[in-house]
């Protein structure tokens, strides 16, 4: 199991969850940040931190929102698994789905 960021992290990319995350699995796309399923530890500790809301547990991901365990699973499909995202910094690309959204207003 792991932990899912959904689309309210979509052109927002608050980072507070990379800062509390103690495995630095949380990775950052050119328009989200994305948690590499094999390196959380399910720890929940970026959850109540993120400002909108955007993180959620596998299994707790709305409806709405289901299509973004695949986009977290498969955004790292060409990376592997780095082991850890602070020596990766920016990745630049994002999974389809966040491509072909438009533009998410940001405040």
């Not at 507070?16 to 094999?38: F, K, Q, S, T, W």
């Not at 109540?48 to 986009?71: F, H, L, M, Q």
């Amino acid at each position: 199991m792991t932990y899912v960021i959904a689309l309210p992290c979509v052109d927002l990319k608050d980072k507070a969850c990379i800062d509390e995350c103690p495995v630095d699995c949380i990775y950052e796309g050119e328009r989200m940040l994305y948690i590499h399923p094999d390196e959380c530890v399910d720890c929940g500790a970026c959850e109540p931190v993120c400002p909108v809301e955007a993180i959620y547990y596998e299994d707790d991901v709305p409806d709405k929102w289901s299509d973004y365990y695949a986009a977290n699973v498969e955004f790292f499909s060409e990376i592997g698994s780095p082991g850890g995202a602070a020596k990766m910094g920016l990745i630049a690309h994002d999974h389809d789905l966040i491509k072909s959204l438009p533009l998410q207003n940001v405040e």
